[in-house]
């Protein structure tokens, strides 16, 4: 609890340049400082018919989804539907997803995503998954990419805050998640003044590598730190993950200044091959937890849930060796480590120097017992015994590196707005970018991998102020692409995004692009309203319950007029789309529907709840426009006072349906088989 003059000075510091910054958006710029000389447009021209180089996945932030952009265009592909309920798609809308946003804390519509991963083979990007973490109500899923849809989420326990996430180990054997906020565990009613006794952190790793199968491998219970951002080792520091950390303090109220008064806090070295091995030996305890594992059937296209209610808990103090805290300045945020797998580079918030710690240079500050104290048992390394050099005035604010496997190293300062590229090993600045403004997250194909296809980084900025034409107080973030393939960075594009795009990841499209699939085949579908044929449609009833199973094909639905709904029923429309061809997709909406539409791909079902409320004929049709007679996709059902004798009747006129239960009547008087509708 220490307040010296330095620890104030450097604040107001911090402050009076943000000030300073602030000022400099509605005046000084110039707008088109550092572009690439005359040829930019040239660089980022993907002429009409052409695909873009990568895929970049964007996270949404607050929106709660992912934004698939082509680069270099900068172009939107795609939202990819995660934690948020979204009315294009119907994700979180239709009965068939609505499992996928179960938590312990009931359905949950919405989240903020802040981190998304692609999964690696030995360290390399390999196009299977994509990974992303839902930050307020821990979670983290998976995206399979050759449909880029959500495919699993798994609900982090003991957590609250999942933001250290889902970042990988290099086989994807694990992805992990951290507590930002401590709080107590099990959570419980106790005294929020009682937080340095109660609060805890927890670290959660979990199995990854097997589709439908996530789950809590075990979680490391840790003193109540913010445990903030992570990365795995790799190459030599294979089997070891790092973890910033701020508030070493532990305060628990105006972190802002509380939280700012050591002059280091600590990245987290976990050994989590000695946490495997002291599991093996026993060292472990079953801690109760209660969380959900969601899993989307790709057969059936209906999700499920699962209710789990333990976890395996390690203590530090029942395994020595498994975690060591590096003291690192100050309020560090990113935590990156360098293609070789050597280098381990802290962001500090509030730190004059990018800090840089040595993998080889820990290893032997372990071996030598190079201490400094201990917090809850936990050795704390000697700074000078770790560190391996640091980046002099880098600028204000580092945040996040990234890498481009030629030795150089990009960290965003927020503070400065500014990109900077800076030498590993010898430390010193080579470059400076200005960005426009504000920049949190920076992106490099493969930039944190073992080998990253280093020719742009993206930088993701959260303030535009004057770079769009303004839209009310409200404006875009936005995503600007600098060439990095020659000395000095050259900016390129400017584009708004949808959402906070935190984080990104990007791959070469080549990797992923002929992997994708066309329509889901209609002889597998197995949900329980599929029709795999117009003549398998009709309506039944089941006491206050109808279904309604109906084809959709250029340009009807089968059946189209529906009679014998009641006011009150429980009504599900199970819409199948029959096509077997690619991209054509058909939807259905319903007048007096209280959630959103249905949008179902080839192949697939999806269902939509609805309970009319008063008697009438209601309008359906296809939202999509699927074909020249789309605007004929439409029907009717007809509703009923509840108790009311209307026969239930499937695309039938009355005239026909009294024809067909006369023909019934003679065929069951001459023993024959009925015809089915
Ligand atoms: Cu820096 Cu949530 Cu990764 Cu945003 S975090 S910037
Ligand atoms: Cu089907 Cu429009």
New binding site residues.
């Given amino acids: 609890m220490k307040k010296t003059i330095a620890v104030r000075s450097l604040l107001v510091g911090a402050a009076s340049a943000l000030a300073a910054v602030s000022l400099f958006y509605s005046c000084a710029v110039p707008k088109t400082a550092n572009l690439a000389a005359g040829d930019a447009a040239g660089k980022v021209y993907v002429p009409p018919g052409s695909y873009d180089q990568y895929y970049a996945f964007l996270s949404g932030g607050y929106n709660g989804q992912i934004g698939v952009y082509g680069l270099p265009s900068g172009r939107l592909l795609k939202f990819v539907s995660v934690f948020s309920q979204n009315p294009e798609t119907g994700w979180g809308y239709n009965e068939e997803s609505k499992p996928m946003l179960q938590t312990t804390y009931g359905f949950i519509p919405w989240d903020d995503t802040?981190?998304p991963e692609l999964s690696q083979t030995d360290g390399v990007p390999d196009g299977r998954w994509l990974f992303i973490n839902g930050n307020n109500t821990p979670r983290v899923a998976r995206i399979d990419l050759t449909t880029f849809e959500t495919t699993e989420i798994l609900q982090i326990p003991n957590s609250a805050g999942g933001?250290a996430s889902p970042f990988t180990t290099p086989n994807t054997k694990y992805i992990v998640s951290a507590t930002r906020f401590s709080v107590p565990i099990p959570n419980n009613d106790v005294a929020i003044e009682s937080y340095k006794k109660n609060f805890k952190g927890t670290l959660s790793f979990i199995t990854a590598d097997q589709p439908g199968k996530m789950d809590i491998a075990f979680q490391i219970l840790l003193p109540g730190f913010n445990y903030d951002?992570g990365h795995a080792g790799k190459g030599p520091s294979d089997g070891w993950f790092f973890f910033t950390s701020y508030n070493s303090e532990q305060a628990n109220e105006k972190l802002e200044l509380n939280a700012s008064q050591n002059d280091k806090d600590f990245i987290a070295a976990v050994n989590y091959r000695q946490a495997e091995q002291c599991i093996a030996q026993g060292k472990s305890r079953t801690a109760p937890a209660e969380y959900f594992h969601n899993v989307m059937d790709e057969k059936s296209h209906q999700a499920r849930s699962e209710k789990k209610t333990s976890v395996t808990m390690l203590d530090p103090s029942s395994c020595p060796g498994m975690v060591y805290y590096l003291p690192t300045p100050k309020s560090p945020?990113?935590v990156d480590i360098d293609p070789s797998g050597e280098y381990i580079v802290a962001g500090g918030k509030l730190a004059t120097v990018i800090p840089v710690h040595s993998f080889s240079k820990l290893q032997k500050a372990i071996a030598d017992k190079q201490f400094d104290g201990d917090v809850d048992g936990i050795p704390v390394l000697k700074y000078s015994a770790t560190i391996a050099g640091e980046v002099q005035k880098p600028g204000l604010g580092p945040?996040?590196t990234e890498f481009d496997g030629k030795g150089n190293a990009y960290t965003s300062m927020f503070i400065s707005s500014e990109i900077v590229k800076w030498k590993l090993g010898t430390w010193e600045v080579l470059d400076r970018m200005p960005v426009y403004y504000s920049v949190?997250?920076l992106m490099i194909p493969g930039g944190d991998s073992k080998k990253p296809w280093g020719q742009y980084v993206l930088s993701l900025n959260k303030i535009t102020k004057d770079r769009y034409l303004p839209t009310g107080p409200e404006l875009s973030q936005s995503a600007q692409l600098i060439d990095i393939s020659g000395d000095k960075m050259k900016m390129l594009l400017d584009f708004p995004t949808i959402g906070e795009p935190?984080?990104a990841q990007a791959l070469p499209a080549a990797l992923i692009k002929d992997k994708q699939l066309k329509y889901y085949k209609l002889s597998e579908n197995t949900n329980v309203g599929v029709v795999h044929a117009e003549k398998e449609g009709g309506i039944s009833r089941n006491g206050r319950r109808v279904d309604i199973k109906m084809a959709a094909i250029r340009s009807h639905f089968a059946p189209d007029n529906l009679e014998g709904v009641q006011v009150g029923d429980t009504v599900y429309f199970h819409v199948t789309n029959i096509e077997q061809d690619w991209d054509i997709v058909h939807g259905f909406a319903v007048l007096g529907a209280e959630n959103s539409e249905l949008i179902i791909a080839p192949g697939a079902t999806r269902t939509l709840k609805w309970i009319p409320k008063a008697t009438g004929v209601y309008p359906f049709y296809c939202t999509d426009f699927c074909s020249a007679l789309h605007q004929e996709m439409q029907g009717y059902v007809r509703v009923s006072p509840a108790g009311s004798n209307t026969p239930l009747i499937a695309n039938i006129s009355k005239k026909a349906a009294a024809q067909i239960s006369k023909n019934e009547k003679e065929h069951a008087q001459h023993s024959a088989a009925g015809g089915g509708r």
């Fill in positions: 802040h981190h933001h951002l945020h990113g945040l996040h949190g997250h935190h984080y």
